[in-house]
Nanobody, 123 residues
Framework: QVQLVESGGGLVQAGGSLRLSCAASGRTYSNFGMGWFRQAPGKEREFVAT????????YYADSVKGRFTISRDKAEKTVYLEMNSLKPEDTAVYYCAASELTTSVRWYEYHSWGQGTQVTVSS
């Protein structure tokens, strides 16, 4: 298992930017694929982005492609989500998660989750 703690959320105007961080602890962190998901009130959890253990593979939801960038710093045991050109529809609680798989878009293939960080985009 790996323990995950997200940070960096907040309130931003439409068109603005935020960078989310996910700090991991646990000896096997470097072997896991990592992902970001989000959940808005009254909606199901939604895949946002995923990155392989070595950072060589990334995949994004169509709704964020070209605006969001996922990256990871293995030495710092941190995964980042750089979010640009934010829209009101990006408002949600954002979660990072760890998977045994290289990458995955399915939330049920992730075994460890952080507590989430709120992102609110005003129009």
């Amino acid at each position: 298992q790996v323990q995950l703690v997200e940070s960096g959320g907040g309130l931003v105007q439409a068109g603005g930017s935020l960078r989310l961080s996910c700090a991991a602890s646990g000896r096997t962190y470097s072997n896991f694929g990592m992902g970001w998901f989000r959940q808005a009130p009254g909606k199901e959890r939604e895949f946002v982005a995923t990155i392989s253990w070595n950072g060589g593979s990334t995949y994004y939801a169509d709704s964020v492609k070209g605006r969001f960038t996922i990256s990871r710093d293995k030495a710092e045991k941190t995964v980042y989500l750089e979010m640009n050109s934010l829209k009101p529809e990006d408002t949600a609680v954002y979660y990072c998660a760890a998977s045994e798989l290289t990458t995955s878009v399915r939330w049920y293939e992730y075994h460890s989750w952080g507590q989430g960080t709120q992102v609110t985009v005003s129009s």
